[in-house]
């Protein structure tokens, strides 16, 4: 299989067979654009958060107020600087703001062969079976779904044909107060940055 | 008539949400198969494509030449691959090892399962650079001129990965397609 086009060979000495299966068409999952189309919103939300906070400082305002109220004003303000201050003092983690506009993707996998229908129930669905179904991917009996989740620690557990409770093998568990064993996921904050 | 390119980078750049949909859609599938073959698979690939898209959308503003948004993309796609490559090469060897568990826990017997899996893991054993190269070019069929442009790399280099990389494959599929 020699041919030249564009003045290029492209003699690889490698089976067509071999050729066919490495240029066959690759698919992504069906939700991948409303993933990302959520991302994408995220992104403008926190963008618009920094843009109006910016803003706020940056904007000219006039107080109109009686002798006595700007004395109590005043009053108000240094009482605020010094108070932020010590707060400062004792908590000084920044953009906590950031941390709730950001959500974080999450992929959940279960690979079972035998499984008819796979579904991921947690806190953040409300534990509805039926909420969040999940799709096989990219190899028979490998299951899974991309979820948007909020910073923060989120229990789940997967369940099979619709009835049968799986804890994920491949993360740590803990029991509720009914001895039920679920497993537990600890979504970090995005990291926020110019690329 | 479709708009174009450019229209589209305009609207994103002005904050058109719309604008970046169209796009998407637009240019959605074109890269998925480069990205599913330099990282092994589909759902390694819908991360890279996440990130890919999510970079353009934040650095919009630095596509030059909105009318070759599409050539610009692409730039973003390489790159990342090679970043989740070199990630993954920082790892203990975890991916190829589960790759192997999960074939054999599902027993996979279909042929042109087996040939993709076998191709697919022979691209794997080739240097990340040779990938890349035997990828674009015979994989994608694009120029080396156009392959030059994307990643950087002299015309002569590519040659002599691609060239490499073929070699390489020969030797690796050898008892795959003469079976």
Redesign the interface.
């Known amino acids: 299989m020699s041919d030249m086009r564009d003045g290029e060979t492209r003699d690889t000495g490698l089976d067509e067979r071999v050729l066919k299966a490495m240029r066959a068409p690759e698919v992504l999952a069906p939700d991948f654009e409303s993933r990302l189309m959520a991302q994408a919103r995220a992104e403008i939300a926190r963008r618009q958060a920094t843009t109006a906070r910016r803003n706020w400082w940056v904007t000219g305002r006039v107080f109109v107020a009686s002798p006595l109220a700007a004395f109590a004003m005043a009053a108000g303000i240094a009482l605020a600087a010094a108070a932020s201050t010590l707060v400062v003092t004792r908590r000084p983690e920044p953009a906590i703001i950031a941390k709730h506009d950001t959500v974080e993707f999450v992929r959940f996998v279960l690979v079972d062969s035998s499984a008819r229908t796979v579904s991921v129930v947690g806190d953040f669905n409300g534990w509805k079976r039926d909420e969040t179904p999940l799709n096989v991917a990219s190899k028979p009996g490998v299951w899974s779904v991309s979820l948007p989740l909020s910073p923060g620690r989120h229990e789940y557990a997967f369940i099979v044909d619709g009835k049968r409770w799986v804890v994920d093998p491949a993360s740590i568990a803990a029991s509720d107060e009914f001895g039920t064993e679920s497993s537990v996921l600890l979504v970090a904050p995005a990291s926020i940055g110019a690329l | 008539m479709s708009q174009p390119d450019r229209e589209l980078v305009d609207g994103v750049r002005a904050?058109d949400?719309g604008a970046?949909?169209a796009l998407?859609?637009r240019y959605?599938?074109a890269y998925?198969?480069f990205?599913?073959?330099m990282t092994g698979?589909?759902?390694d690939?819908?991360?890279v494509?996440?990130s890919v898209?999510?970079?353009a959308?934040?650095?919009i503003g630095s596509c030059k030449n909105p009318d070759r948004f599409g050539a610009w993309l692409y730039q973003i796609v390489v790159n990342e691959c090679r970043t989740y490559t070199t990630r993954r090469a920082l790892r203990d060897n975890r991916f190829v090892d589960d790759s192997s568990e999960?074939?054999a826990?599902?027993?996979?017997t279909e042929p042109?399962?087996a040939?993709?899996d076998e191709?697919q893991k022979a691209?794997e054993c080739l240097p990340a650079d040779q990938r890349e190269a035997f990828?674009l070019k015979?994989?994608e069929?694009l120029?080396?001129d156009q392959i030059a442009e994307i990643t950087g790399v002299g015309v002569s280099a590519l040659k002599m990965r691609v060239s490499r990389a073929?070699?390489r494959?020969?030797e690796l599929?050898e008892g795959?397609?003469h079976e």
């Not at chain 2, 826990?105 to 996979?108: C, I, R, S």
Request: charged share 25%.
């Open positions: 904050g949400l970046f949909t998407v859609a959605r599938d998925t198969r990205a599913v073959r698979s589909t759902l690939a819908d991360d494509m996440q898209w999510m970079r959308f934040r650095n999960t074939l826990a599902l027993q996979v042109d399962v040939l993709r191709i691209l990828v015979h994989v069929e120029s080396y073929c070699e494959l020969r599929l795959v397609y």
